[in-house]
């Protein structure tokens, strides 16, 4: 570990850094400082802020306020190619590689400094080849994207930074798609560029790994700067305090039970699946969920959630082991039995999955029962029936719209979830998978959409809230499930839970 | 016999004659889709070559090579005149591409600008009074077999060679190719390494015009040197075909062009022969070819191997900063 | 510096001006060419709607016209409004040309009503077959439907080749010495020629009838029925047609089957209402299927109005022909036809984005954090 030495220069200075975006305050007057040749990690949940702030740095945004300074010097950034040419590359979490090309040409891709006539391809492979081998990230320059291991992709990312000369690199969640052996590997590349002089920003939310590799951590919450500890100084308590504690005060709650007695209604066993890109994404994962109980699904955002719900769902095919739906299992990857069995969906990704946006409310209330009767008889749809349900749905759902014809991609937020709501609440679902139901919402209207999940609970529904949100976990669930790195981690009862504890889970380590 | 007055000989020959305007219009077409514009216009473009083409060539006078050179220039230079329309709607404005290609066909295709010019001017049934006459390269015209092949061809043919080895040279042996690459495959990577995306796509969409024009010239000054109307008769369709043919690679692209060009000689020189095969047979080859061409690309072992440019087609808007 | 935002919502106005003002706009245009081409612009078009609609006759013409490129404008609008590019429209109506004549001849001494209602179902059957080939290569291989029915078009054009020209096939007439020497479709019987309906101010082909409900049929289709209703999902978000269990493979194999029935229906009606023989060099020449894209576009791929649209394109493509001549040189009407389409293109930007002009601020962004 490097000392940091007083009084030098930091290599990065951010000053009350403030950005935001419609309906969310990302960055709130934050203060930022990295020293040159350190590690300095960045924690903290989703909302908290990390991304936009390494964002902000790297010329993506540009901030409301507040300034940023490299080696003392003041700077402006109004684009990725600014800051590259003072010396600040970052590493993205999905990467940003012309797949069908060389690594060579990925690395010199933009190199103005390259001349016209690249006759001199066998230079620039020479080049590569010697630059990897200095940082022992072993590489084939002429190797295709598309043919390489995903640790080896973000070599080419990180050696894309260093062509550049880059003095200051950031890494955006770098290990999320990283084997523990790749990760290692990481890790000793960043010593050695530290060992240099260059200074790393590492983006993260697992707790054992910025334990392991960073100088300081700056834990983000909220948007604001918690505050800055010297890694060997603190602890991952310290840190799990720091980066989950909050006061929860909200109204809608329910009161957690114990139902353990009741029957099962939806089981995972052992639950394999890939994710877009053909990695792992849920490892085998068990799970069950009574009738009437709300189980949580707590844990930082990429780490198989949302492969989670697509694979109770049926939109994704599961590679091994078994959904059982009130005992019985399910076929791999049919929505259409998944739907007709009685499984709901809120997805996370409402106006992008959950409805078609340029059909009338009408129409997407009846999105998945418009095959079957008393919506449609032998294959003709009954409108006046479709208009009349929409009617009733909106008026019980309280959708604030002027008519049921209206395109849904009109309304807000709220009123799109609550459409989505209406309809997967009004099909008489046994079991309801919720992903983030209430991100994006305003406060009226997510205290109604807990209101509807803890109403549909008392029914006898059994829900799966998978939220990134801890506070809502916190307040609806009976018992609380972490996932972390695809796999779950811990079931907890919510009563007398420990929030450090879950804390700590989410970041993995327990 | 003389062996040079065998079939196979004639043929080889014929394919080369006949498949060179393709060749022109299939790597200007394969320039613009390696920047991800997809241009369904070809066909009008080559047309609008051909007509002005001639016109040049009737109207200037002057040596009979010079006044050909400025001919064939005119010829694409108009091409890319009209594929401006295309560039903007499909660069700058974000239109429908295919919409756009297509109405780009009508508006200066067979019953269209070209057709309106070629009537205007009263070209048609003239005979040109400059044309690309076969040279006689190195004097090795009668040498057997390589002599009517390779050294009794047109300037043009030539011509079309020196382009198949600069687009190579140009595409993987210089920096500018290696963004173009680059825009096509992925152009938020280009965009964020500091390439200019909307200025790839234009400038592409515009030399593929061009191209397509010198291609539609050769049909004019060449093929049968006189105007007539619509006389490409969907040449510029099968340059787009060839594209994906050729896996989006110069060099294949003349393979391909001969074949079709081989394909279109065919059915004369078999009649000749007296062999019965219908010559439909044959011309349809091509283009059952491309479908399973595009069938084996497509599928996933293949698409990253062999596949199209990954943007192709889809308009690239930069998120907001 | 010019931003272009999407829009959130498109106000109703717009959706109907914005049409309306790029078909002023083109004629505007246009009538500037004219003007450097040293004509009237104003007598030209005067000339133009005189000739398309007003004239004796005028309508009845435009109605022939108009016929083909309806059938293929619907064609066309179904299968692009669900981002199906089927550009195979043209080779579509050429099979069901060939389907159309082939049960024409066979159905020869039947009386009208089954040789037609036989003509009918040749056009749609053999249509759709031609179809399916492209919708199974996307459905299942994810082949690009762009080239795939391109291509399909050039073969089924060399197919009407070799029928008539190049084989002794059951369509070719080989009943007369000339005949054997001139290559030539065989002739159908009278019984075979559709009927049409004299309503003073036209006289309307039956093909035209039914185009008309046709396109009536698939704006029911879209609003009432299961399957236009999972045509309409599909075409507005893959993802939640896979969500909402919609089988989407299903889906698209059988709008690319209507599509083509539909195109091939339209070759069913140049056989029967206009030429009443296989006709391959006349067919090619009409260029209908791609004429029939610029409709469904221009239609914005509503059914409703591709009957108004192919009126009007067939009007303007009727006087054009009817005025060819040294005056009126041929190739106006594909220049106007052309610039129409690209201020209708043109103005969907300003349908689809927002245009602002202003200093370089960062502005709206997706959340992330």
Known sequence: MNEVTAGQVPAVAMRSITKRFPGVLANDAVDFEASQGEVHALLGENGAGKSTLASILTGLYRPDSGQIAIDGRRVEFHSPKDAMAAGVSMVHQHFRLAASLTVSDNIVLGDRRAGWLRTSARTIDTTVEELAKRYRMPVDPRARIWQLSVGEQQRVEILKALYRGARILILDEPTSLLTPQEADDLFVTLRRMTDEGRTVVFVSHKLDELMAVSDRVTVLRGGRSIGTVVTRESSPAELARMMIGREVMFA???KAQDLSRAKVVLELLGVNAN???????????????????IVGVAGVSG??????????????????????LAGQKLRNADAEEAIEKGVAHVPEDRMGTGVAPSLSIADNLILKSHKRPPISRLGILRRGLA??????????????????ETPTRLLSGGNVQKVVLARELSSQPVMIVAANPTRGLDVGATESVRALLIEAASRGVGILLISEDLDEILVLADRIAVIYEGRIVGVIPRAGADVQHIGLMMAGSS | MNVNDSIVVVLAASAIFYGTPLVFAAVGELLAERSGVLNLGVEGMMLIGAVTAFWSVQNLSGADWFVLLLATGIGGLAALAVSLIHAVLAVGLRANQIV?????????????LSSYVGNVARLGGQPAK??????????????????????HQNALVYASWVLVVLALVYLYRTRTGLHLRAVGESPETADVMGVNVARYRYAHTLVGGFLAGVGGAYFSLAITPNWIDGMTSGAGWIAIALVIFAFWRPELTLVGAYLFGLFSSLGFVLQARQVHLPPEVFASLPYVMTVVVLVVVSTGWAKQRLGAPAALGTPYVREER | MIRIQRRQTTPRWLLVAVPALSLVAAFAAAALVLLVAGKDPIATYQRIFDRAFFAPGALTSTLVTATPLLLTGLAAAAAFRMRLWNIGGEGQLYLGAIGASGVGIALQHQPAPILIGGMIAGGLVAGAAWAIIPGLLRAY???????????????????????????????RDLSTFTARQFPQGKVLADAATWPAFDLQVAIVPFGFVLGILAAIALWLVYRSTVFGFQVRVLGDSRAAARYAGIKSRRVIVAMMALSGALAGLGGASEIGDFRHVLDPRGLQQAGLGYAGIVVAALARY???????????????????????????????????????????????LLVRYRITFGSSRALVAPART
């Open chain 3, 302 to 348: 509503n059914p409703l109005a591709v009957p108004v649209v192919a009126v009007l394109i067939g009007g303007l493509a009727n006087a054009g022909y009817s005025l060819q001549g040294p005056d009126f040189p041929a190739g106006l009407v594909g220049v106007l036809q052309g610039t129409i389409l690209f201020f209708a293109l043109g103005g969907e």
């Open chain 1, 252 to 254: 809608q709650t329910k």
């Open chain 1, 275 to 293: 994710g877009d890109l053909g990695i792992r994404a849920l490892n085998g994962v068990s799970l069950s969920v009574r009738d009437g109980e």
């Open chain 2, 130 to 151: 400059h044309e690309f006459t076969a040279l006689n390269v190195f004097g090795l015209q009668d040498v057997p077999v390589a002599g009517p092949i390779l050294f």
């Open chain 2, 100 to 112: 756009s290609g297509l109405a780009l066909t009508i508006f200066a295709g067979a019953t269209g």
């Open chain 3, 141 to 171: 291989l994810n082949t690009n439907e762009i080239i795939t029915t391109l291509m399909l078009n050039y073969v089924a054009g060399l197919l009407l080749l070799y029928l008539i020209f190049d084989s002794q096939s059951y369509w």
């Open chain 1, 387 to 404: 208009l009349a349900n929409a009617r009733d749905l909106m008026k019980r759902f309280a959708v604030a719209a002027p008519d049921p």
């Open chain 1, 303 to 324: 780490n198989g959630q949302r492969q989670l719900a697509e694979v109770i769902s049926g939109t994704r095919p599961r590679t091994s082991g078994d959904v059982l």
